[in-house]
Nanobody
């Protein structure tokens, strides 16, 4: 069983920054990818950023240049550094892990960007 625990969400004014963390634990042998998704009220969950096993990264267009995904393999942790936050970045942010074709989700952490 794999567990994902997110942290770092909160309330921030437009232009501010937050850093999300996701710690993975459990029976993890080969991770295909990890990433961050978000879901705004009334909208579908969307991918924000992905980091593959090789370390390559990809981002949704709306966050390119503002968000950075990274990982600490030794700590089984990924991060999402979010800068220049906008109100439209508001939502629940979920950590995602794919291992051998199986998808795991964390419980989510709320990010609210408002003045």
């Amino acid at each position: 069983q794999v567990q994902l625990v997110e942290s770092g969400g909160g309330f921030v004014q437009p232009g501010g920054s937050l850093r999300l963390s996701c710690v993975a634990s459990g029976s993890i042998f080969i991770i295909d990818s990890m990433g961050w998704y978000r879901q705004a009220p009334g909208k579908e969950r969307e991918v924000v950023a992905i980091i593959s096993r090789s370390g390559s990264t990809s981002y949704v267009n709306s966050v390119k240049g503002r968000f950075t995904i990274s990982r600490d393999t030794a700590k089984s942790t990924i991060y999402l550094q979010m800068n220049s936050l906008k109100p439209e970045d508001t939502g629940a942010y979920y950590c995602n892990l794919v291992a051998r074709g199986v998808v795991y989700w964390g419980q989510g952490t709320q990010v609210t960007v408002s003045s």
